[in-house]
């Protein structure tokens, strides 16, 4: 019984020991300079989880910015302060009678905003000893982003290029599109919003194939995840969370999931489909965030993974997976290449802006080339070759303009690039100066995409439109959307252009030029930030709910059937998506110990005969007994190979988590509005083959309008 308590009391030390602290890191584009760091002493205090809340959203809405003081000591600090758009302006205490500064206490500033603009800031504590701040790198956070739009509109759309016209056109409400990628035919369409990962064809797109349900995700986020699929589209990577997973296109079912990527601004997935990449963003300080990670298509285990001090901004493969460009953020501000055998760069430029992130990195398809986007007074638009860590050219945008779309054509021969100022080029990798150019009047560009052939780009933006330019002609087509347009793809075939609507491309300033103040007659009181991160799986301290995610077939903390129904209510069809693999474990321990016990048995009572231990007297002595030998012998090759069955059986299949029978597939029309809500009536998944229930109407297995309506109810 000791035994088992203190193999239970290590692995929940072990658990515990392994679990990650989950961290988002700002982007730091602040114009106006480089802040003086403050030099540091021993005596200084701390200032950690210094943010805004909300993020984002419309003026006349109160928003907090709340930091926390500590001191190693316990002193009390001479002042908090906040760097508000210029000003140092005095923070107050949360709770006025929290005086336990060594513990660590919470200081806020309530700001209502009454006209759009970028707002930003950072902390300051001193505690007559020494001074810190929090919030700031080189230069202040940026927050909240503020918008008109009420975002409640968003659409995923493929466009016909000949005829310009809409062949999909699929309402995501109030979730943003945080990723879309088509197939080299354009068949397929892989979409990532702020809580769902799809599927369609586009031959029959009314609905998509499948979708996966990311309950514990929240609409809003700056990080935003990203999805891509392979040349042939048998193959989808999406990042949502904390995951990256791995799909088959026949299900919404990951082949595997990793849980330690920590928010992802991209991924990445060889045309093959063979080999697969996050940017992820995280802590300078921390090792286990801010990664550049690499997969292989059969394990969850990355190959391996490299840590940057600044956030991974984007990532990309070359056709075959060897080669793998990326980019960093603040204080890197770097270019990379790798090659995918090493986690070692093969190209680490020196940084290339002075106090901003680069943006993009996109690769050729045979990764000889490669070409990035930043903001830079030096160069918007780099152009790189493998053999050399110094560009063969860089193109600076007139005003210096951010480039946060760019991408590249698979022949390294084209480069499309487009800034928040509304300029628009292509140019030819030959030279640093576009063969044609674009100028759209008060538009900041989120979204761009170049043809395979260069022969057209198209871009999308703040204007809600998706604008299609031909190389060489200056009139182009526009197709009007409901919000604004951030994610683009277009098919490698040229003859399908996808597109998705959000804000997340917005999120490292306020783009809309009308600055004109308003009367904020009613201010806007946003949910209590504890409640929302509660709704979210999240702690006061910004850690999900016992070190668990909403999903895990577990209820606790503060989950409940309202924010975490499909672990917490007993009658979900869907309860429990992913439970944790741990079947077996406790009897593979118990045989395991027998074992050993019966080899240790064996040892004792043979020393003991053969040695007399038990010092008897000579004619007292025995012999060796076969059979007491024998029976000990079998009793350890038996635990030897129920020991072995248990660890067979203890193997994880694909991941630390295992899909469970029941998911729930959630494609009517209140979930295409952003609302998680459950299709009524389903039948058992085994019907059929276990193929009743995928979403997909497959009549070669029997499925009917009568046998299947789940599925087949369209025809």
């Known amino acids: 019984m000791k035994i088992k308590r203190l193999l239970i009391y290590f692995f929940v030390l072990f658990l515990l020991l392994n679990i990650a602290r989950f961290t988002l890191a700002e982007d730091k584009s602040a114009p106006g300079g480089i802040i003086p760091k403050l030099q540091k002493t021993a005596n200084d205090p701390e200032l950690i989880e210094g943010h805004v809340y909300p993020n984002w959203g419309p003026v006349c809405q109160r928003y907090t910015y709340s930091v926390i003081y500590r001191d190693k000591e316990g002193r009390k600090p001479q002042y908090v302060k906040i760097y508000f758009n210029g000003k140092m302006i005095d923070m107050v205490k949360n709770n006025p009678n929290d005086d336990d500064y060594q513990k660590g206490v919470k200081y806020i500033y309530k700001y209502v905003p009454n006209k759009l603009g970028s707002n930003f800031y950072y902390f300051e504590a001193a505690n007559g000893l020494g001074k810190t701040r929090d919030a700031i790198i080189d230069s202040p956070d940026n927050g909240p982003v503020l918008f008109k739009s009420a975002f409640n509109k968003n659409q995923i759309v493929v466009v016909d290029k000949q005829t310009g016209k809409k062949i999909l056109d699929y309402p995501t409400g109030k979730e943003w599109v945080g990723g879309i990628a088509l197939s080299d035919d354009g068949r397929y369409l892989a979409a990532k919003t702020s809580k769902h990962i799809y599927l369609f064809d586009t031959n029959s797109p009314k609905e998509p194939l499948w979708n996966f349900n990311c309950e514990q995700c929240r609409i809003g986020d700056d990080v935003k995840g990203g999805i891509a699929i392979s040349g042939s589209g048998s193959k989808i990577i999406a990042a949502f969370t904390e995951r990256v997973a791995l799909f088959d296109k026949s299900s919404n ?28 963003a995280g802590e300078e300080s921390n090792v286990n965030s801010n990664l550049l990670i690499l997969w292989s298509e059969k394990s969850e285990k990355p190959l391996w993974q490299y840590h940057s001090s600044g956030n991974f901004h984007d990532v990309s493969l070359s056709d075959n997976g060897d080669y793998i460009a990326g980019s960093t953020g603040c204080p890197d501000r770097r270019a990379y290449l790798f090659y995918k055998n090493s986690n070692i760069p093969v190209i680490k430029t020196d940084p290339l802006t002075r106090d901003s992130p680069v943006h993009r990195a996109k690769i050729s398809s045979d990764g000889s080339s490669f070409a990035v986007g930043s903001e830079s007074d030096a160069g918007a638009v780099f152009f790189f070759r493998k053999n050399s860590k110094e560009p063969i050219w860089k193109f600076p945008v007139p005003q210096g303009s951010s480039v946060r779309a760019l991408n590249f054509t698979p022949s390294g021969k084209y480069i499309g690039a487009a800034t928040f100022g509304g300029q628009v080029f292509i140019f030819d990798s030959s030279s640093s100066q576009p063969i044609s150019s674009w100028s759209l009047n008060n538009v900041a560009i989120g979204g761009i995409d170049i043809a395979d052939d260069g022969s057209y780009i198209t871009i999308g933006g703040t204007d809600k439109k998706l604008h299609i330019f031909e190389k060489g002609l200056q009139i182009g087509k526009e197709i009007l959307f409901n919000e604004y347009v951030e994610e683009i793809d277009i098919s490698a075939n040229g003859k399908y252009i996808a597109a998705g609507t959000g804000g997340s491309v917005y999120f490292f300033e306020t783009f809309d030029k009308d600055s004109t103040p308003v009367s904020c007659t009613n201010i806007i009181e946003p949910k209590a930030e504890e409640e929302e991160m509660a709704q979210a799986g999240f702690n006061g301290n910004d850690e999900q709910a016992n070190s668990s995610l909403c999903g895990d077939g577990t209820c606790e903390g503060p989950e409940t059937i309202d924010n975490c129904r499909q672990d917490c209510d007993p009658n979900y069809e869907g309860r429990g998506i992913f439970v944790k693999s741990t079947q077996f474990k406790l009897p593979g321990m118990l045989t395991g110990f027998a074992f050993l016990g019966s080899i240790l048995a064996l040892g004792v009572y043979y020393a003991t005969v053969k040695f007399n231990l038990l010092r008897r007297r000579p004619e007292d002595l025995k012999k060796l007994n076969k059979r ?33 029978e029941k998911t729930p597939l959630n494609t009517d029309q209140d979930n295409r509005s952003g609302e998680a809500t459950d299709k009524e009536n389903r039948k058992n998944l085994n019907e059929k083959q276990g193929v009743c229930g995928n979403d997909i109407c497959e009549p070669g297995l029997g499925e009917s309008r009568e046998s299947c309506s789940q599925d087949c109810s369209a025809q």
Request: charged share 15%; with cysteine.
């Open 253 to 280: 079912k990951p082949i595997w999931m990793y849980d330690k990527a920590g928010g992802s601004y991209n991924v990445a997935i060889a045309k093959n489909g063979k080999y697969m990449a996050a940017a992820t």
């Open 628 to 660: 007491i030998l024998m029976t000990i012998c079998i009793t350890a090759v038996l635990f030897l190979i129920l020991t072995l069955v248990f660890m067979f059986l203890n193997k994880p299949k694909s991941s630390q988590y295992e899909p469970r």
